[in-house]
């Protein structure tokens, strides 16, 4: 399922769903001709999981008595040639002033803006261009930890490496030649995993997205659904803030009993406050209760009740 899929039901409204799948991606718009869209993206294991997804989503439409039109317009198609940049400003809305981009000095294709100057919720934000304009690498960088110093050598090392995150695969963390800030390494995601266009869908396919990162903050095997739920889910990865302590992978298995933790089988993204609250309950559980923890590196280690350390203990293991 490549481009957009359309289906509507007439009743008292004319109710339409829209369905696209794109790799393990199903991404939902859904509304009528009285009420405003929603949208909605689910996130899957693997490919196969998410054709079947996006099959039964069909089936259970048909059901319910939609019909299959053809799609509307679809914006990203239509303005496939209109520069990123372009776009955005157009987004401001005709009773709006468009964002202002300036050009970065020294850096060739380079434009940032500052959204919120002197609030503290404030951030800057960068565009690396690529492809004469028609596609870019955007990062974001909240404004109390906005350094002059890390942001160009961060961009330096961006500017010989735009065209990374379009060359089929959904991410790369890479090691970066020197420290920026406190950080170690980057990470490149395409622009389905960096979702840097959720806000403009006419450059959908065209943004991607990196970010500085420590080495313990994304695991170097991590399939794409992981690095998903790292940057874009429950306790997601604060990749604005360059002055953050490093937030290390914390994938855990476990069947802690009692507990209000449902058990699982298959390593699975959890908080660092969620593995300190099962370690602090597994003293106390059921003989035959287990953890796992599984680092950055792919290690793994394994507690029962009678062998579990102090979660200070087991922080040095994810830090790596």
């Known amino acids: 399922m490549n481009g957009w899929r359309r289906f509507e039901r007439q009743g008292d409204a004319l109710a339409y769903w829209e369905i696209r799948q794109d790799g393990i991606r199903c991404f939902l718009r859904w509304g009528s001709d009285r009420t405003s869209r929603k949208a909605s993206t689910s996130v899957l294991d693997d490919e196969e999981q ?11 439409r048909l059901r319910k008595g939609f019909t299959e039109t053809s799609p509307l317009r679809d914006e990203a198609e239509a303005d496939a040639g209109t520069p990123v940049l372009d776009v955005v400003r157009a987004s401001a809305g005709p009773h709006a002033a468009p ?13 940032s803006r500052v959204h919120a100057p002197g609030h ?15 596609g870019a690498v955007r990062f974001t960088v909240r404004a109390g930890s906005h ?3 890390a942001i160009r050598g961060f961009l330096e090392f961006l500017c010989s490496r735009r065209d990374l995150a379009f060359d089929g695969r959904s991410h790369h963390k890479v090691r970066l030649p020197g420290p920026v800030g406190p950080f170690s390494h980057a990470l490149f995601c ?38 998903d ?42 908080r660092p406050d969620d593995l300190e609250k099962l370690m ?41």
């Open 99 to 111: 964002p202002r981009f300036l050009p970065v000095d020294g850096f060739d294709q380079v434009h």
């Open 229 to 270: 739920a790292r940057i874009h889910g429950h306790g997601a990865l604060s990749y604005s803030d360059w002055g953050r302590p490093p937030q290390p992978v914390v994938d855990l298995r476990f069947d802690v009993e009692p507990s209000f933790y449902r058990r699982t089988r298959t390593f699975k993204v959890f």
């Open 190 to 227: 395409s622009p389905a995993l960096g979702r840097a266009d959720a806000a403009h869908p006419a450059i959908a396919g065209r943004v991607a997205t990196a970010f500085p990162v420590h080495d313990c903050e994304i695991g170097d095997d991590d399939p794409e659904v992981l690095v």
């Open 50 to 60: 998410a054709r079947r997804h996006a099959a039964r989503k069909i089936a259970d």
């Open 120 to 134: 503290p919720r404030g951030f800057h934000e960068y565009y690396v261009l690529r492809d004469r304009g028609r």
């Open 147 to 149: 350094e002059t110093g």
């Open 280 to 320: 602090d309950l597994l003293p106390g559980a059921t003989p035959v209760s287990w953890l796992e923890i599984r680092s950055f590196r792919g290690e793994i280690r394994r507690f029962e009740p009678a062998t579990s350390p102090a979660f200070a203990d087991v922080w040095p293991f994810l830090l790596g």
